[in-house]
């Protein structure tokens, strides 16, 4: 059977507002230099003339990657598909969100059409791409998974009605078999995993039986090909209950990998894709602790680098990092959430003050790169509670940094038990992220808080560097420093492509853009006469 899934990246970062006007905006930050600089005795300048010299060749600072990663959900339905003998054509979901001309959609005999939700988090943007779904591929049934549909099958079918079915949780077994019965004209009750159409039901759809995958003895999936990073998933669901996430509802029942079959997927990825390093996208890669001391024994020897997500209130010992170390890790991700215990209490968060400041500062002494996130206007949090936040993070923070804006993503977040206590209110239903408020603020001085916090922070702290607009280029900048020289060169981009938001005068901007490129002068890093005499070739970090 001929199918075509629709699958990969949603329509935007939250959050990147904070970047536009600016030198670093994704999509017109050139132009927003040259109408800033106009004038001025730096009206040439740009971030892509920044350049140095390594091993005889000049290279831009600012490089694209040189190397795709695989989407995860992509090639894992395509293997589980094609097992089953199913032929998939695949589109890429983020053409549904780009103003430019998208990439022309397959064409061909399909008898379903797949939609991925797990990158999308507002109805009106699911709206958009069901609809453009029913419009490109007319007459066949549009069949949802991932996260999103997963929390909302319900609204979902009762307001969007191009919707034919949705696999709940576990799709290895759920997709094939409903594709089999499709192909055959049978009734799809007897699939596991399912919600349906149903004309006789008083809700318009009728639900099977909820089974759960067995992730040991199914083959964890591999995309085609040679890759340098492939995405990993090695559990579902999650053991813990932190009130701003949905995530343990899409699977209630936490399963996990064990540590030699995360071993065994990760040495076969090496030898059979060529892969170097594996970004683990689980929630929370470092539990259990059993499989983590199993997997600090057996990754040595694997020889994989790898990033993945921790807990603050795992990192106790100075010993841990160092075995985290020595199995490769080079990257880790802890959402600290506030520096607040009230906070922190109000989000379930189960760690403290404490357990955040002794991650940070064993991170901070270790030898791994981080990158930890905080959130401004959970419900509850005061300002003056989210001062201590803004405090550590101007005062003491060093390394990457992530702090958002606390948003609404549905109904389905355990934060609604607080609604009364709290006093959550959401004042338009279409637009939940931007017009919530409670009993400590409103949605808007969450967004003030962010934005005064990050000014701050770029301006006092020197160590502490914005993990926002770095994702479209190659990391580490400078492959051949070590990491805190890296920290420096960031710090000194991100003051130069912000001074648009920092100084309304460009004449004021010109000395303190200057200053900055002493700093970076000090690592190497030159102005070049023209972006286009530095080179395109791939510098790799080693």
Known sequence: MDVVLVSGLGPTLKNSDYLATTMLDRQSGDANTAAYLKGTDLEDFGLRRLGFRHNGTDYPLLRPRYYNVPHLTT?????????????????????????DLPAPAPQGDYRAALLSTSFIWTDRDLRHAVQ???????????????????????????????????????????????LTALEKGSDPE???????????????????????????????????????VIPY?????????????????????????????????????ADENGASYISAMDSTFTVPPTRLRELMRLLPDVGVGWEGYSRANVLKTPE????????????????????????????NKKVTRKDNLRAFRLLNEGGLGYRCSFMAGYPGERPEDFAETRDFLSEEYAGHFMLSV?????????????????????????????????????????RRLNHTTLDRVRQVNDRAVLRLWQADYQHLLMPQ??????????????????????????????????KQLDVLSRYGVALYPRADVLSDRPLFHT
């Open 132 to 178: 453009w779904i029913s419009a490109t591929y007319p007459g066949i049934p549009i069949v949802l998974g991932g996260q999103y549909s997963n929390l909302k099958y319900t609204s979902l079918m009762r307001s969007i009605p191009e919707i034919d079915y949705i696999v709940r949780g576990d799709g290895e077994e759920a997709l094939p078999g409903l």
């Open 190 to 228: 007897t699939v596991p995993n399912l919600v349906y159409r149903h004309s006789r039901e008083l809700l318009g759809y009728r639900m099977s039986p909820f089974e759960y995958l067995d992730l040991d003895a199914f083959p964890s999936p591999s995309p085609k090909g040679q890759w340098r």
């Open 481 to 514: 420093l070590g990491r805190w020289e890296n920290i420096a060169v960031e710090k000194a981009v991100e003051r130069i492509g912000m001074t648009p938001r920092d100084h309304s005068d460009p004449a004021a901007a010109v000395p303190q853009i200057r």
């Open 406 to 446: 606390f948003s609404i993503s549905d109904e389905t977040m355990p934060l609604w038990e607080d609604k009364e206590a709290l006093r959550i209110e959401v004042h338009d239903p279409d637009d939940p992220d931007y017009s919530w408020s409670h009993i400590g603020m409103d949605v808007h001085t969450a």
């Open 75 to 99: 090639f894992a339905v395509q293997e589980i598909l094609e097992r089953a003998g199913h032929h998939v054509d695949t589109y890429d979901a983020t053409n549904l969100w780009t103003d």
């Open 320 to 347: 841990l990092i160092a075995q985290l170390a020595a199995s490769h890790c080079q990257f880790l991700s802890i959402g600290f959430e506030s520096m607040s215990d009230s906070t922190l209490r109000y989000m």
């Open 233 to 269: 998933e090695s559990m579902r669901g999650c053991p813990f209950s932190c009130k701003f996430c949905s995530f343990p509802a899409a699977s209630p029942k936490w399963r996990y990998k064990s540590a030699q079959k995360i071993a065994d997927d990760w040495r076969r990825y």
